[in-house]
């Protein structure tokens, strides 16, 4: 069957082995998986995760009762049993937007090189791995706005080399001038990569850097400004980054058409069918979300005057 990433699926039967892997498929029901469910509910594991695995098995039971065949050219199941998935929004996390004094902070505490890419990304609004696996050959020139956009091709990879942009389409990524300067900046450093480390792309942002960074902005913002301690700040994820573009585009007042185009949320094939016009009104509600640069903040000034020199 196929999945969009081998290894996770891999990685979610060996878990579901030890409860179910002796169990007849014909035997699978709400009973036989409580076991396992009760089990990483004890590890601390979110009811999300929970239910990719649940997904992977009712995969099975449905393939098992409509493609796969038998010698006699019988299905293996008569039908599939019906699999309850728990509720997800009992223990999700809510998405926590930066204000710009966090931003701020965060951005200080950050070692360069996830400054760099989470600046980009808190303007741009691209996921993850959009922005871990960026490379310059995905660039568009758009000679008439005198700038550029990013194509990412709709499979190219993700974490594991078997994902790609999360609709299925070719993700558009539209620069504000925030981002155009991040993109200024990186120029000459690496070949392929637009965000290279030690002359590779990172695997992940989400790493003990990231999650050190800031707590320290969380400490260090509460001792300056002597407010209390942000635990939001102090917890914030990777992807608050792109829930903070998206949060900051609707304060903004740009459309709801206009968001999903800048939020990758909608077919962006925008080099092809949307003209130069578009393309300027784009990019006009993606500065909307940049914050007054006369602040000058130091957090901010990521564009030096000295030429990096080229990872190896």
Known sequence: MEQPSIKLTAL???????????????????????AFIEARLLQGVSHRTINMALEKVIRVLNLASRSWRDEHGMTWLDSPPMIAKLNEKETAREPYPLNFDEQRYLMLELPEHLKRMALFKVNVGVREQEVCKLRWEWEVK???LNTSVFVVPWNFGGRDGARGVKNGDDRVIILNEMAKQVISNQRGIDEEWVFP????????????????????????????????????????RV???????????????????????????????????????ELSQLIDAANKVTEDLSRKTPALTLIRSTKRKKAT
């Open 12 to 34: 979610i039967f060996s878990q579901l082995d030890p409860f179910i892997g002796n169990c007849p498929l014909n035997k699978l029901h709400d009973g036989t998986l409580a």
């Open 239 to 277: 992807h608050d980054l792109k829930h903070t573009f998206g949060r900051r585009l609707r304060a903004a007042g740009v459309s709801h058409e206009d968001r999903q185009v800048l939020l990758g949320h909608t077919n962006g094939n925008v080099t092809t069918h949307y003209s130069a016009a």
């Open 197 to 236: 480390y030690e002359g590779r792309c990172l695997a992940r942002m989400n790493d003990h850097a990231w999650r050190k960074a800031r707590n320290r902005a969380a400490e260090r913002m509460a001792e300056e400004t002597k407010r209390p301690f942000c635990e939001g700040l102090a917890n914030v």
């Open 142 to 144: 758009i000679p008439e």
